[in-house]
């Protein structure tokens, strides 16, 4: 008769070792556009310190955590946001060989990100990843979904790195949300953290949209502005009108990252893609 083997659990997604290069990627690399282009690198310019701040977050509380599979997610969780942090500072470095300085927002977003965690408890640390986390697993689902929009990524390298993040994005993105449930975050922290969070990510991203247009002497650029305008707020084809529903279902009482369902569309992108897992 044989023993019965402990069941041996694995975490609900994978990490996958990326190794970027933006070698021959052009200045403009979003269909030539300066304002898409710089609306890409003002986010990229996000990731580093905002990602490590995520990490720091959950990594911070996860000795309350006592359910196995979730701390096998929280290791995948760190290792798969570790890999964004290198890719997109690998990112950052192409930017500048363009002359586009991002390690200048980047070290900004690193005193904010400390100012908060001075501030606050461990507790509204979470909260503010679970806001972020949110918003980013948003944003990338309407990117994997809008490929009228994904498409006008014309640098195949780019291409690639965005929607791989996108989609380990949404398979992580119930991970710091379950941390903050098991070690009681309630409803009023949550969206407390959020409306905050809101505030902040909003003016940051205007704050660096500026900086970046004005440094690339492109702030009286019309025709920039518009295409650019023109694809981010478009009421038809617009991308953000799409992100306002799934920003206004984090309110509801109830709320799961799980409830917004996109299994289906990250096992098409990761065939697309050829991932494996
Ligand atoms: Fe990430
Ligand atoms: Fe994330």
Request: proline share 4%; hydrophobic share 40%.
């Amino acid at each position: 008769m044989t023993a019965l083997q402990p069941l041996r659990i694995t975490p609900h997604f994978p990490v996958r070792r990326m190794d970027f290069s933006f070698g021959r990627t052009p200045r403009y690399w979003w269909s030539g556009d300066p304002f898409m282009t710089h609306f890409m690198n003002n986010l990229s310019s996000l990731f580093p310190y905002g990602e490590k701040f995520f990490v720091d977050s959950v990594r911070a509380v996860r000795d309350q955590v006592r359910d196995r599979q979730l701390q096998k997610d929280i290791s995948a969780f760190i290792g798969q946001e570790a890999m964004h942090s290198k890719e997109h500072a690998a990112y950052n470095e192409y930017a500048a060989e363009h002359g586009i300085d991002l390690h200048r927002l980047e070290l900004r977003i690193k005193v904010l990100m400390k100012w908060v965690t001075r501030l606050t408890s461990k507790k509204m640390q979470v909260a503010v990843t679970c806001a972020l986390e949110h918003f980013t697993a948003s944003m990338a689902e309407q990117l994997l979904r809008r490929e009228d929009i994904s498409l006008q990524m014309t640098d195949p390298r780019m291409y690639r790195l965005w929607l791989w993040h996108a989609i380990e994005e949404n398979e992580h993105k119930s991970v710091a949300y379950d941390v903050y449930q098991a070690i009681g975050g309630g409803y009023l922290l949550r969206t407390s953290a959020m409306l905050v969070t809101t505030v902040l990510f909003l003016g940051v991203i205007a704050w660096f949209q500026l900086h970046l247009m004005r440094k690339d002497g492109q702030l009286f650029n019309w025709k920039t502005w518009k295409y650019g305008l023109k694809t981010l707020f478009s009421l038809r084809h617009g991308y953000v009108p799409g992100l306002l529903r799934p920003y206004l279902d984090y309110f509801r009482p109830g709320f799961h990252p799980s409830q917004h369902q996109t299994r289906e569309l990250e096992k098409r992108w990761k065939q697309a893609l050829a991932f494996a897992g």
